[in-house]
């Protein structure tokens, strides 16, 4: 019951902060940090008590579960579900959720009701995503955390929001439109060969689906979970969603939606379709190598601040398609940490990027440099985090890209080592910015500028720590996480286990039937 | 005793802390206490670790003391643990003793920096990263410390950062030794792959089980840890941001990019002999990259005319003799060099560094000169530096350390006539470069007035290292005189011992080595105790331009690798996958539009459109 208590909350205290909004402008925001700091706090709860009932040998089943008949005739359930990978997420979701609306506090001046609004039900969709076990259910919360970021960039982004707004709207819809497809030809083909009509996830799960559509299926949820991470080539939406969103919207778009693709990817493609994974491997091995080379090539090509980022983003989820499709534990447990530390890191260069437009009303890096003089501490943080944004150990991106790299090479030498060559570009691009930005001479017309108030070092200073923290201590996360992930791979071991000779003629005949 | 190694690092951290922290209210003296203070206790507590270490070593050949288990994900295993033995002994003690004193010497040299906090807690930064470095049990801690002294190396050349120049520099330094990690990464990558283990000791028990000698996996990761220890100590083809992290403030130079950080590279091959002893091929490498580094930036040195370049290519060349010792299989003459040279070569940066602070920052040693007695300790004490870099025979400690390599070339196991000859070619050049920058500084007529007289805090320092410049040979003396083995002793606990093939008469070659580097210092002397415009004509030629340049690999890498990087960036910043998208918009758009114009309004069009469009069916009926 807990867990609709998290979505209850965060979906009343959205409504709440609309309505009280109109009659005191500044209560929205305390409604929304208020709710979101409840859900932080149940979560963190949930943490504690329930890390230690992980059992590290033994792996089955949720830690928490709630299930209703939802519409019955058509066999939709309200079912949520939760283990440590979700848990680990929801966690995520509203630490960032609290960096995203502290870091809106002096940034959105109009119709703030509305604003917090969306905010909170994004989250809210967010938090239904990670918990759903139900693909219906699924989709239904894939939706409903889309169309409040619409709101969000094309009320209070930047100059080109419309067309951003569109851009991410139609990116997100079409591929959404996929995996709706997807996920209703699974479920026939399931009714099909079993008799009864189902969204569940565990009953789906349960039933061997051997048909032969189910390469098909398994590429529809692909495209659609790559499209949201974004992979190369479907990253174009996001650098014009990034650059033109308000910063709350950019640190909820980097920070947790594009971890909604990574989790799909873990949850529903990789258990689901064991042996059309296989098959896909290897095109989504390649595809997540050239997206590690062609965002940190790109990263370092733009002189917007923001776009800039964001193509660190699509060099960094190429990362976790590289893991994923490794299927092996190590990688794995790599892409979990991937997912919570690039979460972290990008937020925090946002809200960076944010806090400098704020002040010097432009993200053209050409119009920054030499800041380092005049604000030393934001200077020091852009440091540090620029150097998560590359790797550096301590820092908790490293852990996470170590694993990832170190558990892929074990099977795939040869894509890990060219990927490898994204820890020289990231260093390239993440020098250049620092250098862009703080460093080199002053420019005239910032005399005026400011270091961080007490508001904007208090998020600086969380982010820091959890990044820091993981970065020195990630044992507790991947304990949590382990369950979860060998049960996401179960079946790919055993397949690889039992009959690895068996795919490769089953490889050919697809391609015969093309 | 094996509880208390955890300070060694911890101690420079807390420096740092307070210092990045608190640094910006404290005043300067506050600052510099806590900036020497805590490397210096990390010095005192590494002297009584060693003697403790000495005097009473474990069986095991080394004490490790487990902080928390770092990660573990199922058989993959790192801790923070660190691990002490005799090598890390040598380089903690370097480390942290030549760091004090650079420390101390900083305090009067940054004094009037704005930035005093900063400079200190930076350095303070990268005596911690170094020390774990030289620590770590596993490779995944060393690689924390690796890419740590980066970090502090990045920030201190970039210090100074509102000139763009020093950023460039510092990024140049930031982007090559990342090329360097990046292999060693891999090579990590690969280790793990084949002997399921990252931890030191593990690796060096199992690898001779798991790896066969010579096999193509065991060459594999040789090559890449070489790969890493190119970058970071500047050896061939990854010198070229050595030279220009001289950008960085001279006590930066001492410390990070002469005696520490720069040697990375030799304790990591030191460190993983296990590997490379199983690949012959490997070794060979090592020892060729050494010998070539070595010639081509002692030539270099000897035609630049900044006095930090000079000391930055002898810094390469020096390290080239270390790789060489290492690729010979000479273990023990490599960490022996190395230490000598920290002590010596610190010296010279931070005597260099005096003498630009007492000339108005003047670099350039064609506009110096007299300097012999207007700054007679620096004079006293860069000398005797400069007779340790050219291995003045008997009385200068690098003698001893680099006539073990020399002769190591020849006898040890992989050595050869070849490797022996550029050594001893080398030998001669640097004896050629260094008399060359000593005239060139402090004799001849005076040319600028002093601005600034150099204070006790900067001349202990290079008191202390020029007697260590001197007596830190002793502990180590050829068999054919004297025979003391102290150093080689200890360091043969962890590192095997040189085997020799050859054993020709030492004493010959020993002759060979010290007439060699007389007759450069006297051919130096020759050459360059006379005017100013001799020697700029001498030096005006099209070899010295090619030596001046580094032999132009700054160019061949701009052309080869950073102008396609920057066109590619350049030309797709609006990224051609976009442009499809547009493409579909485009495309929806023209159609929307082609149907749009049919939308006339006007009756005529439509009847001719329905009868039309009837005829068509009609048609398409009779004929199908």
């Known amino acids: 019951m807990i867990l609709v208590w998290l979505i209850i909350i965060l979906m009343s205290g959205g409504i709440l902060a609309w309505i009280c909004g109109y009659f005191l402008t500044h209560l929205s925001k305390w409604i929304a940090l208020v709710s979101c700091l409840i859900s932080l706090i149940i979560t963190g709860r949930l943490w504690f008590d329930l890390y230690n009932r992980i059992d590290l040998q033994n792996q089955t089943g949720w830690l928490m579960e709630f299930s209703v008949p939802w519409i019955k005739p058509l066999g939709i359930t309200f079912h949520l579900a939760l283990d440590g990978l979700s848990l680990t997420l929801l966690l995520l979701t509203f630490f960032l959720g609290l960096a995203a609306i502290l870091c809106s506090w002096r940034e959105i001046t109009s119709k703030q009701p509305f604003f917090y609004f969306n905010l909170v039900w994004v989250l809210a969709g967010i938090t239904g995503v990670f918990l759903a076990m139900d693909l219906f259910l699924f989709y239904f919360f894939w939706e409903v955390m889309l169309i409040p970021m619409y709101f969000m960039i094309s009320i209070w982004g930047s100059e080109r929001r419309i067309y951003s707004s569109y851009k991410f709207f139609l990116f997100t819809q079409a591929s959404g439109l996929l995996m709706l497809l997807a996920i209703i030809t699974l479920y026939f083909i399931h009714a099909h060969t079993s008799g009864y009509y189902t969204f569940d996830y565990d009953q789906l799960l349960t039933s061997s689906l051997k048909s032969n559509y189910s390469l098909f299926i398994a590429i529809g949820f692909f495209i659609a979970f790559t499209v949201k991470l974004p992979l190369f080539p479907f990253h174009t939406w996001l650098p014009d969603a990034h650059s033109e969103a308000p910063t709350a919207g950019s640190v909820i778009l980097a920070g947790l939606m594009l971890k909604t693709g990574a989790y799909g990817l873990i949850r529903f493609v990789l258990p689901l379709f064991p042996t059309e994974a296989i098959q896909i491997s290897d095109w989504a091995l390649m595809l997540g190598v050239i997206s590690i080379l062609y965002g940190a090539l790109q990263a370092f090509g733009q002189t917007d601040l923001k776009r800039l980022i964001a193509y660190t983003s699509v060099s960094h989820m190429g990362f976790i398609v590289l893991g994923v499709f490794s299927f092996n534990e190590l990688a794995l447990q790599g892409v979990v940490l991937q997912m919570i530390t690039h979460g972290i890191s990008t937020a925090a260069l946002f809200i960076l990027a944010g806090f400098l437009k704020e002040r010097l009303h432009t993200r053209d890096i050409n119009q920054m440099g030499g800041l380092w003089s005049l604000a030393p501490q934001m200077g020091s943080i852009g440091l540090l985090f620029a150097m998560a944004s590359c790797g550096l150990p301590v820092l908790g991106n490293f852990i996470a890209e170590f694993l990832i790299l170190l558990g892929a090479f074990q099977l795939h030498p040869v894509y890990t080592s060219i990927a490898s060559i994204g820890l020289i570009l990231s260093a390239i691009y993440s020098v250049r910015m620092m250098q862009k930005v703080f460093f080199g001479e002053v420019q005239n017309d910032h005399v005026t500028f400011h270091d961080f108030n007490s508001r904007e070092k208090t998020i600086m200073a969380l982010l820091t720590i959890a990044i820091v923290f993981v970065g020195l201590y990630p044992q507790p996360f991947i304990n949590m996480l382990q369950p979860s992930i060998k049960s996401s791979l179960k079946l790919q071991t055993e397949i690889k286990n039992s009959n690895s000779n068996e795919i490769s003629p089953q490889k050919g005949s697809i391609i015969h039937h093309k | ?624």
């Open chain 2, 1 to 624: 005793m094996n509880t208390v190694i955890w300070l060694l690092p911890a101690l420079p951290l807390l420096g740092f802390l307070l210092l990045a922290f608190l640094g910006a209210q404290l005043n300067r003296t506050t600052v510099a206490c806590i900036g020497i203070g805590s490397v210096s206790l990390a010095a005192i507590l590494g002297l009584y670790l060693a003697i403790n270490f000495i005097s009473a070593a474990p069986a095991s050949g080394y004490i490790s003391q487990t902080l928390w288990n770092w990660m573990q994900v199922g058989s993959f295993k790192a801790g923070i643990t660190l691990h002490y033995d005799a090598l890390s002994l040598v380089f903690v003690f370097v480390i942290t003793f030549v760091g004090a004193l650079i420390h101390i010497y900083s305090a009067e040299f940054m004094g009037h920096d704005e930035s005093f906090a900063r400079f200190f807690a930076y350095l303070n930064l990268f005596v911690c990263s170094m020390l774990i470095l030289v620590l770590a049990d596993n490779l995944v801690l060393m690689y924390l410390g690796w890419e740590g002294v980066g970090l502090c190396s990045y920030l201190l050349i970039g210090f100074w950062y509102k000139n763009s120049k020093n950023g460039i520099a510092a990024q140049k330094a930031f982007i090559i030794t990342r090329i360097g990690d990046t292999a060693l990464a891999i090579g990590m990558f690969l280790l793990f792959k084949e002997l399921g283990s990252l931890i030191i000791t593990d690796i060096s028990q199992h690898a001779s089980e798991k790896l066969t000698k010579g096999s193509s996996n065991a060459n594999l990761i040789a090559l890449l840890l070489l790969g890493g220890a190119v970058g970071k100590s500047a050896q061939l083809p990854l010198q070229t941001w050595l030279p220009d992290a001289m950008a960085g403030p001279s006590p930066v130079s001492a410390l990070i990019h002469a005696a520490t950080m720069v040697t990375a590279g030799i304790y990591l091959i030191a460190r993983m002999h296990a590997i490379f002893e199983l690949s012959p091929i490997g070794m060979h490498v090592v020892a060729i990259v050494g010998a070539a580094t070595l010639l081509i930036a002692a030539t270099s040195a000897l035609a630049q005319q900044d006095i930090k370049r000079v000391l930055a290519y002898s810094t390469i060349s020096q390290l080239g003799y270390m790789f060489l010792a290492l690729g010979v299989g000479a273990w023990w003459a490599a960490i022996f060099h190395f230490m000598i040279h920290a002590f010596f070569k610190a010296l010279l940066f931070l005597g260099a560094g005096t003498v630009i602070e007492a000339q108005h920052h003047e670099h350039n040693m064609l506009n110096m000169g007299g300097l012999k007695n207007k700054l007679p300790t620096v004079f006293k004490t860069f000398v005797i530096g400069s007779a340790a870099l050219a291995a003045l025979p008997l009385v200068s400690a690098g003698f001893y350390s680099k006539d073990a390599i020399i002769w190591y070339s020849l006898t040890a196991q992989n050595g050869s006539p070849l490797l022996w000859l550029v050594a001893i070619i080398g030998s001669f050049i640097t004896a050629l470069y260094t008399c060359r920058m000593v005239v060139l500084t402090f004799f001849g007529t005076s040319k600028t007035e002093l601005s600034y007289l150099p204070g006790p805090k900067m001349h202990i320092p290079l008191v202390v290292l020029a007697f260590l410049s001197v007596v830190g040979g002793f502990i180590e003396l050829p068999h054919n005189f004297g025979h003391v083995t102290l150093f080689s002793h200890l360091v043969e606990n962890v590192l095997p011992a040189t085997q020799q093939k050859i054993d020709p008469s030492e004493f010959l070659f020993q002759l060979i080595a010290a007439g060699v580097c007389l007759s450069g210092i006297f051919l130096g002397w020759k050459l360059y105790n006379g005017s100013r415009e001799k020697i700029v004509n001498l030096e005006s030629g099209g070899v010295f331009k090619f030596f001046l340049n580094g032999w132009y690999f700054d160019a061949l890498y701009k052309i080869l690798f950073q102008q396609p990087y920057y066109f590619m960036a350049r030309i797709n910043k609006n990224d051609v996958i976009d442009k499809l998208n547009g493409a579909i918009v485009f495309t929806s758009n023209w159609l929307s539009n082609q149907l749009a114009s049919s939308q006339t309004g006007s009756m005529r069009w439509y009847i001719m459109g329905i009868i039309a469009g009837a005829i068509m069916i009609l048609t398409l009926q009779l004929v199908l």
